[in-house]
């Protein structure tokens, strides 16, 4: 179709365009009159003529024929837009994005828009090309967007739909409800984990030392975890009636059930378990488990005092983590999360650069002042400390130089770590 319409005129010496050879006069008719179309296409075999809103285009049909499931490379779906009288193919398409299509054939699938086209116009002549989903994908690629992602789900349907209650909030209002649930749990857990601390909480006359509440491991220790001896069933049941402990006993259960009901409906127990924010699950309950269980063994007087003591101290750290299940329900973080990510490389570097000028100025002001005995820099390692906090302007004031030497060494780490910390920061957040 299109054949009557009347033709643009090009200038006389157009520049040539990617291998294809485009020009303003009809070419001399490769079919002789009265042939079938199809019959000339396959007698010339060579070279085929394209017309696109007027501006002709010249290339060979084994170039075409590179890609035969698009329009262009299949004889049969290009053969409603050819035009009998002017032995062309005629498409009333956007000029300009042709010299890509075209491209795209001759150089065995490489996609790129030109400069003067819309990403939506050339997206959609991607589309009317038939290029396929590799080439759009390759397009999108290339332009900046970010591939969406696949999102595996469970062949049973009952367990799809347990998967994408609790794995996809936004998949449904009762999924959005259990996050709602989740990230209360979450805070709730936070919240108790700081408040047990305080010294309102802790009757520190009754206990020796200080270690963990039983079953939390943030407050302190009873004074049976000290010795091999059992305590009284008053005291057990005392452990077990505590405020903290019931409270974090509730969100141990939530969180095991929430963990172990994903767990059995995930596609892919594999995936499942290498996945960082399910890791960050368990190390989250894990704590919980342990702490009850040194603690029985203690009541029970198997267990060691100082290995007691230490578990339930590292314990107590461990549990903090628990902050980062609330990245599972913001988008905020998952995004910090994948910038770091991202830039591990330039945040290598960067670190690279601080060890170095800690190297530097901590040995330059060690020696600049190791003349001056009041002077608080008693070693190079000691003046790391130092060299950090001046370097990232924090500048705490427990250690400084003395003499004009030191104080000369010290201004110049200041500029320097400002320089240093100043200059990968574009290419970060870049």
């Known amino acids: 179709g299109g054949g009557g319409d009347p033709l643009l005129e090009e200038p006389q010496h157009p520049p040539a365009l990617l291998g294809g050879d485009r020009y303003d006069q009809p070419p001399a008719p490769a079919v002789p009159a ?58 009333d398409r ?36 038939q290029l396929g989903e590799e080439a759009m994908e390759k397009f999108r690629e290339d332009e900046g967007f970010i591939r969406e992602e696949q999102r595996p789900l469970p062949e049973k349907e009952f367990q799809r739909q347990v998967w994408l209650l609790f794995e996809y909030p936004e998949s449904s209002g009762p999924a959005r409800g259990i996050a709602i649930v989740s990230v209360l749990v979450i805070l709730i857990s936070i919240v108790i984990f ?22 939390t491991g943030s407050g302190p220790l009873p004074p049976d975890v000290f010795t091999n001896s059992s305590s009284s069933p008053a005291s057990m049941v005392s452990s077990f009636t505590d405020p903290f402990f019931v409270v974090e006993t509730l969100c141990i259960i939530w969180f095991s059930f929430e963990l172990l009901v994903r767990f059995f409906a995930c596609p892919s127990k594999a995936t499942f378990s290498k996945n960082i924010m399910n890791i960050i699950d368990i190390v989250a309950i894990i704590p919980y488990f342990i702490t009850l269980g040194t603690e029985l063994a203690e009541r029970q007087g198997n267990g060691q005092q100082a290995m007691s003591l ?25 995004i910090l999360g994948q910038t770091l990510k991202a830039s591990m490389r330039e945040l290598g570097l960067l670190i690279f650069f601080l060890f170095i000028g800690v190297i530097l100025f901590s040995s330059a002001v060690y020696f600049a002042e190791a003349d001056d005995p009041s002077s608080g820099f008693s070693s190079i390692p000691d003046a790391f400390w130092w060299a950090v906090v001046t370097m990232t302007t924090v500048g705490y004031g427990d250690m400084h130089p003395i003499t004009i030497g030191g104080k000369i060494v010290g201004s110049l780490c200041a500029i320097a770590g400002v320089l240093t910390i100043a200059l990968p920061v574009p290419v970060i957040v870049s």
């Open 310 to 334: 230490a578990i339930l101290r590292v314990i107590r750290l461990v549990r903090v983590f628990r902050i980062f299940k609330l990245s599972r329900h913001s988008k905020g973080l998952q």
């Open 34 to 91: 009265g042939q079938p179309a199809g019959a000339g296409e396959h007698e010339c075999c060579e070279r085929v003529v394209i017309n696109i809103s007027g501006l002709r285009f010249e290339t060979q049909l084994k170039t075409l024929a590179q890609f035969p499931e698009t329009l262009l490379g299949d004889p049969r779906k290009r053969m409603r837009y050819f035009d009998p009288l002017r032995n062309e193919y005629f498409f």
């Open 194 to 215: 700081c408040l047990e601390t305080l010294p309102e909480f802790r009757d520190d006359h009754d206990y020796e030392g200080t270690g963990g509440t039983f079953g």
């Open 94 to 129: 956007n000029r300009p994005s042709f010299d890509a299509i075209l491209y795209y054939y001759q150089s065995g699938g490489r996609i790129r828009r030109p400069v003067n086209v819309p990403i939506d116009i050339f997206s959609e002549e991607i589309r009317f090309y």
